[in-house]
């Protein structure tokens, strides 16, 4: 069960409203690598987890996301509070007040739609989706998620840093950041502390093709590294060659019964694309008079 | 520029046609895991990738997760190619046709909606979705995204091999599964190749908090492990007391122009909530007799 | 900040897996009237509310909502936990699995996909969407959309009754939807403890319309209630009559500039629609012999 | 069936386009509390509704939401026909058409995509999405929802009057906002002519748990409210000391076949977590060397 | 303004309830190319029309497309209105009530989410999304989406019907689909009717590359047709000679300001892959001991 | 299989960076008239058809269009490399930096969340959706599908070029919009190679219905044209009398089971509206003293 504590975990002080600034924060709330996305992603992992170690971790820092969400919402909801109690009242000119949410991003839409709160929704204004939270229930799987989400997540927080000058959100987004860092520390350590946690799964993969890397893009520019070249790769560059690498036909095929096979015909023979001829066709009808060569057909059906 | 060769990089051989089954088989088509996802990945990276080495490596892997979009594509087709049939000609009996496309899955939304072919949506019929491309323009963390979508891909080609007993499919789809290790291996190389990956991005973390392990879910199953003890952890079992980290008063601030703080103190004052009545609601009036202590305040009202 | 409690807020009992009624039960972790959009819908509207009584109630609800998808998650996952095993060790013939998994519902992309885990999606596999979660930063609109949700919360979790027999997880329900009984009282009190709660928001409207009934839809069938007749309403049922209600022309205006004039008539003229003969057309082109009047035109341009 | 009549409902008499304001408008044609999500909100009740007379009510309002999508469909039109006639005909310098198109808001996605017609997205660009549309076919549910909506409707108009200053669509605008208020009242009159509507539904709810208000929130601020305290109410703030409520252990628990338990036990041996050691992981080996006390271990792998 | 009348376009006579089929059919009523995508993509087109004749034949079609939605509307909620009436009493046993609404499809979605009315969503429970409907505002455009968009309407009422046996509903969908011909017919006589619609829109086209087809495809099956030779066409065979085709180097580049080219060569710099060696990845360290040649180097990090 | 050449298709000249006009870019990067959508599109017909001429054709322009959305993804690239490297490094004053990237559409989001790369979204920052992809896997209704793409693609790229003054980017544009051109050529030639392509599919129409114009939008505008006039039409004026088209009676209706009649009955009775009196409502209770009519009744309830 959640008990929420009424103090944030870190303190925001926020120098002035500011509702454009607002907005681009909203994309660690409700965007991609926000921590409701963090939370829900540790939270759903947890509940169906067996090892009990790891559950205990994975709520722990699911419980630390949501009062990650607390801050940083609550750094939107101060930057967004003077533009909110503006629209409110409406004591303002209309065309000073327009002016005041038409300052850049989604601050009219923070401001019409969603009345200055900070909304699930990202810099772009685009809804939270559930699909952010890529938990698929292996863990040798969801910790190199995790793993990524928290590398996704501190970049983002870095580039909010760089663009804000508020002494008091730069040092809450510091915080912010610097959290990520442990988390991707901690998933690292319970990652590695599964033995065997690559492949990923159980299945080990087919040997004939684990340690093959294909070029398929040539030209000036080609380049080897250890990632396609030394002892570990079998490197295949000749790609005609090679087609297929299981050796068949390279054709895809289905035995279908004879009465799908019948209407397979006839479908084929309605619809079959006729040789002989070539004919006027509707853009032939539509082009102008200095279309060129399809054009005297055309005129014909004038 | 790309260019299509007519031969697959692996031979499709399906033994019957199985519509439900196909309806599975787009989780690795239009789905998440993917291989559109996969391509559409590597490709973003590549094609705003300032080091040349790289960008070879990820124009390499996203051609060649194309030609699994063509093979798990292809896949798909043959195995809904006698419903298609059926269904376009129109020659079966209506209640028969409509077993047959309603056997599981969203194999009547396949047939009716898509007409049998591979559609850009996951097995539950959602619509592949952009932000499934989690590309975020940094190598060091770029690169974790993708190992780890790697290994997601990897264990939903493992779960389709185990629910299939169509040799062909399982011979392509294990070829399928065993490319993603390959792959991974390969943004493995990479990301090790960059000196100095972690911390992702370029901002250091603030030391006071990068070791901090915050211990927010307590009770029966608390747990220890690397992740959070240690020499390398400092660790928080008191959570009220240090509330906030920072030492602050833990709230949450801003700093009003006055005519904002005006228009804030007359929309408190228009909304606030009025504390010594217990007013009569909505509620009260809707409940029935049987409703206990309010209703007498309600019952006045008819 | 949150803190963690590792009961649960309601034991849960599950008699025996049943992974199909695991993926109904997902329309209250990740559907719209579920209750992630519950608790963060209380959540937003506590983090910018400026009156210190109902922030304390819409903290108290969220945390509450929080623990409620604790609760539902906890019984997806032991529901699909049969599933989920044999799907990771792949010991069961393949045939046999896909049975299993293909039971109904989303059950399949629950196994693929998701692995096993409650995923924050409905019941059709739908993600989870920002836009469940309808704060406005405006408490007598806020409070209205609170009651309706608790609303709609309480009949989605009657219905998952309804189709239940597992005592355990019919127990368990039947706590979860009483708590939105409650919570929806609780609104309920908090908005009419706002005095002139209606109309919502400030602006009072314009009292030429606000008692106008608009008798739209005619017909066998037409009938009275008090939501159209009686002493308050003004209703109309001549439409045509009463074209356009302001009394003016009924038509759209707006005043361009001369050069956007010019514009717009050279725009009209180059796609005008040549009134003066009956072109023939693609659809001409295309039908066969059988489609009479018009056919004898497409036949000359062959 | 639908008719139409070529007057509006009321008259649109634009000042002079305004393209950006424009985009603004489009909140209420195609946004989550637009008309066409209120219109089908009404619509899709009537179509499954047995009460006749509340049938005819959904179809009356139905059917005027529609005509209201015209208007303000029509405003738009208006605000961006200027800006489409540049784009349209191209006759602008390039620089001078970009500045016009880039004002604010997405006015460029407006004439570039959309070509300044009315688009089916909010005023962030967000497809209109058929969630939107709340219906539960539960008429004390669908009719509180119902009530809600409006509510949402109006204080969004009532934020566009604020920052419009064209009189013509002020005026509009107003007209669009009073009829939110006439239909709310339409339908509150409709659910309290329902006897009983609380709870919604049919099953009563659980007495044990209905007047139960969970104090979860807790520390400076704590307040009482009619929401939480009186007669009608008995509140828990030992919350650690009331957990499970049903007396239970509180954990979530289900009974598994032999077979399944052995898969996860299997799986469980695999993945489970290595208690005894402090692995070494991707960070320590990414880490610089400033990366302190785990950075010995590091050192020696490379 | 719209007007409504209560008799149906077509009388729909369902013979006995069929909630399976009642999903399969939203498929026209919330899906891609249903009829809400069909009304408010002529509505939008017909707002901001400024050729006279063409909005009154758009609003014509509208309107009509509104009244089919209720036709098919009307076709779902009596196909579901059994289930509904079951699930609103709960008056069958549990395991029974399970089974009906799990019969395929979304039916269980259809009933415990949206109480068995019409929901806008299609068969496979994807909602309706505002990006069906492709308004351009481009007359030579738009009508080209309109004859598409009548097609794909076309053909998924023809494969309804070809499931359907219900005499009652078959027959109200073949009229629904013979309309979708009506007016595509309708819509090709508008397209032809504006001269020189080809190519759409105004700029003509660069005439080097507006004949010119790339066979980008080669291989066994490389084929010739009407769409790729004979005295129109100019084809590409040999691809590599050819690139780029605007005689340039086919490489991308942009002329940066010498602050941006120093921030461009430090980031370069900062995440260069280092070519000199093989480094240990974490794939190294996770993989067991059976991994293979790079496993001796990642055994010294153990 | 696909096979890569570093070359672009088309060379790619920027002459200095625009983030602004680079995000505008995106609309045909990740939009819904984008290269993305249109190459799979033509992939996914490629890929089920089984016409081996028209199959060749798909896997030509499919393969082309992602090419193009190489080049157009280059584009990008280029436009926000200056802005890239500034956020990545840091080096600028944060103001200044904040007013970079918020010079107009969503170049913010580009920065923040992307990183500067081309993104899968449209010029609004929506995500791609597999939903843009319409293939029906009907030749007759694809190709009308294909011919529609291309002319929005075409009319977008038209407005691109508008906009920008850029020569080389003008030039890049000016390329792919003709490219466009050149297809839809392409698939109206195969679209007329298939005889009796109207109506498309196999079903005929009904011959009742098929040549009736239905006038639903009446008043002064009302218009004739070859569209709706002329001998092939039967126009509908009389909207009323015709009612319903099929002799019916307009009427929906099910034969429902007896048990099903039960319940349903039930249901009504449960929530029939009662006609005999006018109700006290919340909005009663919640208008203020200037509230009128209701308010007496209102009063009493205080």
Redesign the interface.
Known sequence: ?????????????????DP??GT?ML?QF????GE?AAA?RY???G??E????????L??????E??H??VI??????????A????????M???E??RE??????S??E???????????????????????????????DL??N???E??A???Y????????DPGVK?AL??L???E??H???????????????????????D?????????????????????S???WDRIDD??KS????G??????????S??????K???T??????S?????????????G????KE??A???
Chains 1, 2, 3, 4, 5, 6 share one sequence.
Not at 214 to 226: C, I, K, L, R
Not at 248 to 257: F, H, I, P, T, Y
Not at 291 to 294: C, D, L, Y
Request: proline fraction near 6%; charged fraction near 20%.
């Open positions: 069960m959640f008990i929420h504590n009424k103090k944030l975990q870190y303190t925001v002080r926020v120098n002035e409203p454009v600034l681009f994309e409700g965007g991609p690598d409701l829900m939270f759903s992992q509940l169906s067996d090892d009990p170690r790891r559950k205990d971790m709520m722990d820092i699911a419980t630390e949501l009062s969400l607390e919402g609550s750094i939107v909801a101060m930057l967004c509070k003077g909110k109690a503006s629209m409110t009242e409406g004591t000119e209309e065309a007040l327009y949410i038409n300052g850049g991003g989604i009219h839409t401001s019409i739609l969603y009345g200055g709160g900070p909304a699930f929704v990202n810099s772009a204004g685009v809804p939270f989706n559930g699909h952010y939270i890529d938990t698929r229930g292996e863990p040798t799987v190199r998620s793993i990524a989400a590398a996704r501190k970049i983002v870095e580039r909010l840093i760089n663009i804000t000058d040092d510091n915080f950041m610097t959290r860092v442990a991707q520390k901690s998933f690292e350590k319970a990652l590695y502390s599964i033995e065997n946690n690559f492949p990923p799964g159980k299945l080990p993969g087919d004939r093709y684990a340690s093959v890397y294909v070029n398929t893009s040539q030209g000036e520019g080609d380049a080897t590294g250890p990632w396609n030394g002892p570990q790609l005609t087609l297929p690498v299981d068949g036909d390279g054709v895809a095929s289905v035995q279908l019964a009465d799908e096979m019948d209407d397979l006839a479908a084929a309605r619809t079959r694309s006729n040789s001829e070539d004919p006027t066709t509707g853009a032939d009808l539509g082009a102008g008079p279309a060129g060569r399809t057909v055309a014909e059906c004038q």
